[in-house]
């Protein structure tokens, strides 16, 4: 009987001592995620109004990764509407490689992209945004649209462009 009743007390001791954890753990958690919306956030980038769009590549490229990239970012051209009065730029969006196949399962596509934003008045640049983009597609039909839209994607960001409408 005794070695029951400490089997059990232990037992109920080691619950209650787990919940209380994940209970102090959870409130750590928020208190952290709390504090860091107090921390000053980063200015935001300068914004542009962008009136167009160009895309342009070496001979490697491959023609849907242009033809989706142009699309992509001029139907979002359109249909950011801005309501004040900013710089007025074109912009040229240069692909300088694309690798397909990568990975152990060859599903993996990247892709080196500059951007350039040239001043609508004096034709200066301005601006000047270079990254890397790597996408995942296990169509390999698809894999380029894919690409296309997540280098879209990027520079929608970028340039604070609305999704364009499908």
């Given at each position: ?36 919306s ?32 142009g699309?992509?970012v ?17 912009l040229t969006?240069r ?72």
């Open positions: 009987m005794g070695w029951t009743r400490f089997f059990v007390m232990n037992m109920f001791q080691s619950v209650i001592s787990k919940i209380l954890l994940s209970f102090i753990a959870l409130v750590s958690g928020l208190a952290l995620i709390s504090c860091g107090l921390m000053p956030k980063e200015p935001p980038g300068p914004i542009y109004d962008v009136r167009s769009a160009v895309v342009v590549s070496g001979p490697k490229v491959p023609p849907a990764v242009l033809a989706g990239v699309d992509r001029n139907k979002a051209i359109n249909a950011t509407v801005r309501t004040e009065v900013y710089p007025r730029v074109v969006i692909v300088v490689s694309v690798t397909t196949g990568q990975g152990y399962d060859k599903s993996q596509s990247s892709a080196k992209i500059t951007v350039d934003a040239a001043s609508v008045e004096d034709g200066t640049v301005i601006a000047v945004s270079t990254f890397d983009v790597l996408s995942r597609s296990n169509l390999s039909d698809a894999s380029e649209e894919i690409l296309a839209e997540n280098i879209a994607a990027r520079i929608r960001s970028i340039f604070t462009l609305s999704p364009g409408s499908e």
